[in-house]
């Protein structure tokens, strides 16, 4: 047998090293994509994830440097931790793309997604979806004497869970923006 | 900083002159005729006008690999483009370097479904490294510099950059290759501490390979002859895929020839076996890896690879090196002599008196008997009556043709072997030959082709006739989609269905028909002396080598399967050899 000084399987110098590199366990990851403002750029993002049968969850973008034309790009997706590599990878290797990061693996970060609600209904049931509107601080932005539109701003969860309190409520209509997020490092990212 | 002010379409001509361009392959159309006027007015670049736009694609693409520079085609917007298609991913997977230049209609027209309008951007978005649309004329030089920037850079692949033709008629300032920045630099220099650890295990292994693929040939000449370097001082076996063909010597003494699918037996048992496994600028593709969880079992892997993405792509690698070739490659040297250039010399020696037990297989050998040529010795005659000429380049077609030259030619050289591997484009030979006969006007081109793949592009005839560039179209002609046939010998039952090449046209009056010179070879007696004669022909010449109708090309692994269960040569029952299940792989 061989002599060799290596653990096989294991990857020098890696932080994917750290996770075992044939688990088959879903992961979700959020990624910030930082790419120049040019056209095509979006759909050369998204032609990379349906070309390659790569999920996203969500994804947003708008330019954040408009002297730069930058714009960043939020993806939320899932697969293996060999699937997400391969995808940085290849976001990396778009001509476009500044950066990759992946805030799920790079340092805590904070991820909000902005949600409108149109909540419809009179009597007992408005009162309720208001009084639960004030304990998930969702403002009011808009109403009717039939309904309320609320604003959430949150976790991806918390405007899962005041979705699910509201349907029963008169919930007819949700608008979400798709998670961005900046890591809480003092540095850009 | 005042810039000359000029039309785009000169701009166009300025700026391939000023990226050194020689030749451009193409095709006019509405949507690029102010860019043919300027061509016209000018003498510094050469257009050669093909018969079709995949062929002027394939010909830069031949251009590119046997030179290192990066091909270029000018076509028109609409069918033009969308012609351009097959070789602009034939380029992508391959990675050869190509500018293409497509014409559009009017900016204010774009969106109308205006006449021979397509969305060329959106449709080569897939199957480019980058493209551009250019909207105004002001970017458009600094645009085409861009082009030729990503093209070469990195990993290489084709750009395109759309034109439209008010863009070509309006007045601009000239953006000058030098005034022009990109922030497009991929990382060339591997980390040091993983190229040591590499150096530790090159000290001890003792059954190391060497696996190295185009990416040395894209890296340039210096990567081929560092990699000559370490294989001599190290000794240890190197093997290459087909695109890595010529980077190391095919007489050079540790070579193990080809490995693969269709590669050889020692290649491929010595990928099975070996404790250390170095890959040189290839990416595991699956006609080398076979079955991925058998795939070199015990060995641990390096991989020296300037794509991110090709590393853990496929086959996961302890030692990740992410850099040029020779970039890579000098520091690995520089290393490993400074601490005294060690290997396991006695345990190294063991591993090659087994792998001269392989070797005694004798996996490439045939019979000749009869009066029907078998494909493998024409291109042994080919290779004997050839091998000395000192700038010979082959191309080849898609098919059995293509393995076997793979196997049977040798190449002491790189940039002297132009293929299809990733895309597998059958047509792709013939347009490729005119490309690299183009830039190299004194060299020996010969096409190793099967009569089906030629017929694919065979109108350009036309442009080797009018540019009278003498290249060798070798027909191995089995009257059969071969390859196609032997899979279906292979994995369904002999049925063979559609791969038969019916109504063949008399190759040699096609020849004629275009002016050209056409030779028959029906008779092993008759292989010398026909091959001399299209050697001895100053012009272009179509052979139509006729041979043997059912020949099988072996070694072959079948798809799914590990390296070391390998069908070989004569003798094998082809009706069982592949077992259920492996017709679902390609
Ligand atoms: C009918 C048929 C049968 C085939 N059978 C076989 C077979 O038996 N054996 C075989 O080998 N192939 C075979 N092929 C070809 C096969 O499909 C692949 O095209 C080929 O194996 C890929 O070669 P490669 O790994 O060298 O990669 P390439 O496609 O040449 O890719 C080059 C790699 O090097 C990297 N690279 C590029 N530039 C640099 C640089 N400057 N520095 C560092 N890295 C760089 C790239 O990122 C890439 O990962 C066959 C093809 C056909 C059509
Ligand atoms: C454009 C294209 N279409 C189909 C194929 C599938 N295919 C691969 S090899 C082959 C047969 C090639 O026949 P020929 O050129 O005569 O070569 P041979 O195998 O007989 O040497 C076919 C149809 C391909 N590779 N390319």
Same mark, same amino acid.
């Given at each position: ?189 | ?103 559009? =209609? ?8 205006? @006449? ?52 070509? @008629? ?209 291109? =042994? ?165 006729? =041979? ?39």
């Amino acid at each position: 047998m061989s002599q060799l000084d290596i653990k096989k399987g294991t990857s020098k110098h890696s932080a994917y090293d750290l996770r075992d590199p044939h688990s088959t366990t879903i992961e979700r990851h959020t990624l910030a994509v930082v790419v120049d403002n040019e056209a095509g750029v979006l759909a050369r993002v998204i032609g990379l994830f349906s070309g390659r049968g790569y999920n996203i969850e969500s994804l947003t973008v708008a330019e954040i440097d408009h002297t730069g034309h930058r714009s960043r790009i939020t993806v939320v997706t899932t697969g293996t931790a060999a699937v997400i590599e391969q995808i940085k990878a290849q976001l990396g290797r778009i001509v476009p793309v500044h950066e990759v990061h992946d805030l799920t693996t790079e340092g805590p970060s904070v991820e909000r997604e902005l949600a409108l609600f149109k909540v419809t209904g009179t009597g007992d049931a408005r009162v309720e979806a208001l009084r639960l509107a004030d304990i998930f601080r969702a403002n009011v932005v808009d109403s009717t004497l039939q309904s309320f539109t609320f604003e959430v701003t949150g976790t991806s969860e918390k405007i899962d869970a005041f979705a699910e309190l509201m349907w029963p409520l008169g919930l007819t209509e949700i608008a979400r923006t798709g998670v961005v997020a900046l890591s809480r490092s003092e540095r850009a990212s | 900083m005042t810039q000359e002010q000029m039309t785009g379409a000169k701009m166009v001509v300025e700026a391939l002159k000023d990226q050194g361009v020689e030749v451009v392959f193409g095709y006019p159309g509405g949507a690029v005729l102010p860019i043919y006027d300027e061509i016209f007015q000018q003498n510094h670049i050469r257009h050669v006008l093909v018969r079709h736009e995949q062929g002027a694609v394939h010909a830069a693409e031949g251009y590119a690999r046997s030179t290192g520079k990066p091909g270029v085609c000018l076509v028109t917007s609409g069918p033009g483009a969308t012609n351009a298609v097959t070789g602009l991913t034939d380029a992508l997977m391959d990675s050869i370097p190509i500018v293409v230049l497509t014409g559009q =209609v009017p900016t204010f027209m774009i969106g109308n479904d205006a @006449f021979q309008e397509a969305d060329t951007v959106g449709i080569t978005r897939p199957c480019t490294k980058h493209n551009w649309l250019v909207r105004e004329t002001d970017k458009l030089s600094e645009t085409i510099h861009q082009a030729f920037h990503v093209a070469v850079t990195g990993r290489p692949g084709p750009v395109l950059v759309d034109i439209p033709k008010d863009v070509q @008629f309006a007045d601009g300032g000239y953006t000058r290759p030098e005034d022009v920045k990109s922030h497009y630099a991929p990382q060339t220099k591997g980390d040091m501490a993983v190229i040591e650890a590499l150096v530790d295990v090159i000290e001890t292994a003792e059954r190391p390979v060497i696996y190295s693929g185009g990416g040395v040939i894209n890296s340039g000449d210096k990567a081929s002859s560092l990699l000559r370097q370490l294989v001599d001082m190290t000794g240890f076996p190197i093997t290459s895929t087909l695109m890595g063909l010529g980077a190391y010597p095919a007489n050079g003494k540790s070579w193990l020839g080809m490995l693969g699918m269709h590669g050889l037996y020692e290649a491929n048992l010595a990928m099975h076996d070996c404790d250390l496994m170095i890959n040189v600028g290839a990416r595991f593709d699956d006609r080398i890896t076979g079955r991925v969880q058998d795939f070199s079992p015990r060995s641990i892997k390096a991989h020296i690879d300037i794509d991110p993405s090709s590393i853990n792509k496929v086959i996961r690698v302890e030692l990740p090196i992410i850099g040029d070739v020779a970039v890579v490659l000098e520091d690995l040297l520089t290393v490993w002599k400074a601490r005294g250039a060690k290997t396991n010399a006695p345990a190294v020696r063991d591993w090659w008196a087994q792998i001269e037990e392989w070797r005694k297989v004798d996996c490439l050998k045939y019979t000749q008997k009869g009066k029907v040529i078998k494909p493998q010795h024409a291109l =042994v005659r080919l290779e004997e009556l050839t091998k000395d000429h000192p700038k010979r380049y082959i191309c080849t077609e898609v098919g059995q043709h293509q393995m076997w030259a793979a196997q049977y030619l040798n190449f002491n050289e790189p940039n002297r072997w132009m293929t299809s591997g990733g895309l597998g484009t059958m047509g792709y030979g013939f347009p490729s030959s005119i490309g690299v006969q183009m830039a190299h006007p004194d060299g020996l081109v010969i096409n190793v082709a099967g009569e089906a793949s030629w017929l694919m592009n065979m109108q350009e005839m036309g442009t080797a006739v009018q540019f009278n560039l003498p290249v060798k179209q070798f027909i191995l002609n089995n009257e059969r989609l071969g390859m196609v046939r032997q899979w279906q010998e292979l994995l369904h039952g002999e049925r063979y269905s559609q791969s038969w090449s019916e109504a063949l046209p008399d190759f040699v009056k096609l020849a004629e028909a275009f002016g050209a010179k056409g030779i028959r070879i029906e008779s092993p007696d008759d292989l010398d002396e026909g091959i001399k004669e299209m050697l001895a022909h100053d012009g272009p010449v179509i052979v139509d080598c006729l =041979v043997e109708k059912h020949e099988n090309c072996f070694p072959m692994i079948p798809s799914g399967e590990p390296h070391n269960s390998m069908i070989l040569g004569e003798n094998v029952d082809t009706s069982t050899a592949i077992k259920e299940g492996g017709g679902v792989l390609v």
